[in-house]
């Protein structure tokens, strides 16, 4: 069943194919487009034989009364496949072309062949597109047919990926708002690009990591493939656009080809949540900003003690100049040295040696620098080495450190800043200061610790826009992502374990009734407060039961209930009822809008609201 229904598949794409290049060769005739030939489809030139016929009844050849070239083309094209007695002027003029000499048909005179010869090209595609979409129909009839054999299929998602129910939104929802608060405190604006690229746009940009992108299938079209990051699409947009300043925020979908770990937060297809600063400025001033949004996001999610490891990739450079790596070889070396905090120093240090080609002596002169970390004092104690001492790039990266230390200091936030030469950040296109978020402490969700990791990184990358100019102009960048999914995997655990409740609506009121046939008065009043811009729900039903209509409210953290009944009505009264407290108060019919805002402005609803 499987390999049949393979093979049909296979004979409705080349069906598909074929119906598509017709069409193509129809729309290139209408505009005027040569048609010999489209792709396997024939050239679709046919002589209309009943006119040719009707021609010769008058003329000896088809251009008058002597031979050309033309009747030479029919000739040899038409061949013999023609019914001579159904046309027997054409076989008079054939047997007569037959009779002519090699030599003779070389002094034939060159003539164009009158299209009246021809059927009309759109006709003849008309006809033929109709036949093969019949075909294409009849193949894709077999395969509706065997759909329809019952099979046995598992509903489930695509391997890291997953589905998020109302509780899971709601806390997203919130992380994400006080993120872009952050941002746009900051002064960024948002912009939004296709989650797919030219695959041309993302290849050569990521280093090893370039094998986890996702490649589309070709449609007869573009080579696209999905985003891997939003940094890239961030500098074609600002290459193809012409911009040279911009301070951005784009929260979007990414996609990677990587091993999935659920609980910890890595998917392959996942948010990030990005900020950047375009445009040429003094040295670290934009990246010390960008350390501070880090902070204040980190802060205000309150998810857990953190350090921000900073470290240059001019340093790095440096280090491999002075260890003894070959030039050719820094940025293999760097994504090793990047798997440091996942991986024990031994087995970077064989990766370096055998898989990236370090020598054993250079590879043990890198393992003395990356197990230091500290602050100015060792930027500076770094700056008098023998060896980096005498690399331009080194101190070129360690001076840049030292600046950018003294602006975090001036930020308010060098307690939370870690000068750490482990850090390596194995994307290729970070020419500068590079920095990485990480929980210090793993975080308790109820019984357990969970170890989660870095949870921001970002960095400098000044050459990027100009490979994607023509003439290779570039527009300086520096920018941070924050990893949110690691950010919502630990607030999900938490909720989990009961450590935290989730509100999944934001309705403010809940119009119910204590009696029956109040369906027409709940209508009116939810009316009334939907117009005054008040979240307001009630039952559908028609006669819901009281006290299922304030469990409903309980349920979902509705903080009031105007509650109708019918001797309150006919004194034009209603009443409001916390739903905490349980406490209700009869306020005018006419006033309800203004009493339930007043309450309202009283109440605290602190806590996770969707969106």
């Not at 251009?63 to 030479?72: F, K, Q, T």
């Not at 699409?233 to 979908?253: D, E, F, N, Q």
């Not at 407290?581 to 309202?600: G, T, Y």
């Amino acid at each position: 069943m499987a390999e049949s229904q393979e093979i049909l598949l296979q004979k409705i794409k080349e069906q598909g194919d074929l119906v598509r290049k017709l069409k193509a060769a129809k729309e290139a005739n209408e505009k005027g487009k040569k048609t010999d030939s489209i792709g396997s489809v024939k050239a679709v030139k046919e002589y209309d034989l009943r006119e040719i016929d009707r021609h010769l009844s008058q003329y000896s050849y088809i251009c008058g009364y002597m031979p050309s070239n033309c009747d030479i083309e029919i000739y040899k094209n038409i061949g013999t496949k023609v019914d001579f007695e159904k046309y027997k002027y054409f076989k008079r003029w054939w047997y007569h072309m037959r009779s002519f000499s090699d030599s003779e048909i070389k002094l034939f005179p060159k003539n164009s062949l009158p299209s009246i010869m021809y059927k009309e090209n759109n006709k003849l595609l008309d006809d033929q597109i109709q036949e093969e979409v019949k075909k294409l129909l009849a193949l894709k009839s077999q395969l509706v047919t065997e759909d329809a054999v019952p099979q046995k299929f598992t509903l489930k998602t695509p391997k890291g990926t997953r589905d998020y129910n109302p509780q899971q939104m709601a806390i997203r929802n919130d992380v994400l708002q006080k993120i872009i608060a952050v941002f746009k405190k900051h002064g960024a604006e948002c912009i939004d690009t296709p989650v797919f690229e030219l695959k041309d746009v993302l290849t050569g940009k990521y280093g090893e990591d370039s094998k986890l992108i996702y490649d589309l299938k070709d449609q007869g079209g573009e080579i696209l493939s999905l985003r891997y990051d939003l940094t890239v699409p961030l500098a074609r947009y600002l290459a193809m656009s012409k911009i040279t300043m911009l301070k951005r925020y784009h929260i979007a979908k990414v996609y990677r080809r990587d091993n999935p770990a659920m609980t910890r937060g890595r998917y392959r297809e996942f948010y990030q949540c990005d900020f950047d600063i375009a445009g040429q400025y003094d040295l670290m001033v934009p990246d010390a900003e960008c350390l501070k949004v880090v902070t204040e996001i980190l802060n205000f999610l309150d998810i857990g003690k953190y350090v921000l490891k900073v470290n240059h990739r001019r340093l790095l450079d440096g280090m491999f100049e002075a260890c003894g790596v070959p030039a050719d070889k820094f940025r293999t070396t760097c994504s090793s040295v990047d798997k440091l905090d996942k991986s024990p120093w031994e087995e970077v240090r064989t990766e370096m040696i055998n898989e990236k080609g370090v020598m054993p002596e250079a590879a043990d002169r890198i393992g003395k620098y990356v197990i230091m970390n500290g602050g100015v004092e060792l930027a500076e104690k770094l700056l008098k080495d023998e060896k980096l001492s005498n690399s331009k790039a080194a101190i070129e990266g360690l001076e840049g450190i030292i600046l950018l230390l003294k602006y975090c200091e001036l930020f308010g936030i060098k307690d939370k800043i870690l000068f750490d030469l482990s850090l390596a950040r194995g994307l290729d296109y970070y020419t500068g200061v590079i920095y990485e978020a990480v929980l210090t402490e793993p975080i308790k969700i109820g019984n357990e610790e969970q170890t989660v990791g870095s949870i921001a990184g970002g960095g400098r990358y000044d050459n990027l826009v100009g490979m994607f100019d023509s003439k290779n102009k570039q527009v300086p960048c520096v920018g941070v992502s924050i990893g949110v999914e690691r950010i919502f995997s630990v607030l999900e655990a938490k909720l989990a374990a009961g450590e935290m409740r989730v509100r999944t609506n934001e309705v403010d009121v809940y119009v119910a009734s204590a009696q029956k046939n109040f369906l027409e008065e709940r209508m009116k009043i939810c009316t009334e407060l939907w117009d005054a811009g008040i979240k307001t729900e009630h039952s559908y039903k028609k006669n819901p039961k009281m006290l299922t209509q304030l469990q409903h409210c309980e349920d979902n953290c509705i903080p009031l209930a105007v509650v109708l009944g019918e001797s309150e009505l006919k004194r034009g009264m209603v009443k409001i009822r916390n739903i905490v407290s349980r406490q209700e108060e009869e306020v005018p019919r006419e006033k309800l809008v203004d009493e339930v805002n007043a309450r309202l402005a009283l109440l605290n609803t602190k806590g996770i609201n969707g969106v």
